[in-house]
């Protein structure tokens, strides 16, 4: 018998794939002073 596989409660890569197809979304046509104002608003991400 194999080692026991613990089931995951959180998983990162599917949550980041995730997040990252949400923020193509939301900035998909954006203009470049449009994305730096985004990011601007969205600051708090870099800031954890």
Same mark, same amino acid.
């Given at each position: 018998? #194999?080692?026991?596989?613990? =089931?995951?409660?959180? /998983?990162?890569?599917?949550?980041?794939?995730?997040? *990252? =197809?949400?923020?193509? $979304?939301?900035? /998909? #046509?954006?203009?470049?002073? =449009?994305?730096?104002?985004?990011?601007?608003?969205? $600051? *708090?991400?870099? =800031?954890?």
């Amino acid at each position: 018998m #194999g080692p026991r596989i613990k =089931e995951k409660q959180f /998983d990162t890569v599917k949550f980041f794939r995730r997040e *990252k =197809e949400r923020i193509y $979304k939301e900035t /998909d #046509g954006m203009t470049y002073k =449009e994305f730096k104002a985004y990011l601007a608003k969205h $600051k *708090k991400w870099a =800031e954890k």
